[in-house]
């Protein structure tokens, strides 16, 4: 078996909360510094710069993931990440009509930069990013679902926007088989033992693989390789596709 580390949970410039130093480019390059091999983008109820994601990490060997931070109408904030680039791109274009529009002050919650191929900013979105889309929970799941993706709950350890915070509980349905934790610098030290403390506490989440991403908004915060999956395919050898098959292969528990 291979170990293949990961962070599965980054914001890119595009996410108002974003820095907007996080560029595709700069994204992958500080990944491949901290000896990453998979990485995901996922900026909150958008997927519009993983097209230039899927080139930066290209460029630097490490195997991209396309996806999304849903925020359900219940305010819960939902990981959504698709095998396949062209996945995300079809789940965003039918995810849209579920978008609350407000306009986005960038001077109060930040920038919304759109980036092409070459990391160069070609635009920005008007809409304000985050706040609640008006799929509830089992919606988001289906619709996710439907088109490929993998979908479970993010920062599940936290109150605001975390699914045990809102709900009171794991919900039985929909089943997630993954669930996030959130990491930080002195977590990512005793990392199983936190992990222990979590499924103490919410015996709900007994059996599900835990995920500890970074759910980074600065360069500096995205993870070290200390999170891994382990796969058959050595991250060195094996083919983005075939690396992010064995990956869903293993969160999807099949
Ligand atoms: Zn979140
Ligand atoms: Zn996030």
């Known amino acids: 078996m291979n170990r293949l580390f990961y962070d ?25 510094i901290k000896g990453l091999d998979v ?20 460029k630097q060997g490490i195997v991209p993931i396309a996806g999304m931070e849903l925020t359900t109408a219940e305010e819960i904030h939902m990981i959504c990440l698709f095998k396949r680039l062209d996945d995300a791109v079809r789940f965003e274009s039918n995810f849209c009509k579920y ?31 985050p706040p609640a889309s008006s799929l509830s929970l089992e919606e988001a799941y289906t619709l996710a679902t439907e088109h490929g993706g993998l979908c479970f709950p993010a920062h599940a350890d936290k109150i605001s926007n975390g699914i045990i ?19 930080n ?9 936190d992990k222990n403390d979590f499924i103490r506490k919410y015996p709900s989440v007994k059996g599900k693989i835990i995920l500890r991403n970074s759910d980074a908004h600065y360069l500096w915060d995205i993870s070290e390789a ?26 999807k528990g099949d």
């Open 226 to 251: 200390v999170n891994y999956i382990e796969i058959n395919s050595s991250p060195n050898n094996g083919s983005p596709e075939m690396i992010r098959e064995q990956l869903f292969m293993f969160l």
């Open 185 to 193: 610098a002195s977590a990512n030290a005793s990392a199983n033992a």
């Open 39 to 58: 990485i995901a983008l996922t900026d909150h109820n958008t997927c519009a710069n993983c097209p230039a994601f899927f080139a930066a990490c290209k």
């Open 99 to 129: 978008k609350i529009k407000i306009k986005n002050k960038p001077d109060i919650f930040g920038n919304q930069y759109i980036l092409n191929e070459n990391d160069e900013i070609i635009g920005t979105e008007d809409y304000l990013l």
């Open 8 to 32: 599965l949970h980054i914001h890119s410039c595009l996410s108002p909360c974003g820095d907007d130093d996080m560029t595709a480019g700069n994204i992958a390059g500080m990944a491949k």
């Open 165 to 183: 915070g809102i709900l009171g509980t794991m919900p039985e349905k929909p089943y997630f088989n993954c669930v996030e934790i959130s990491a």
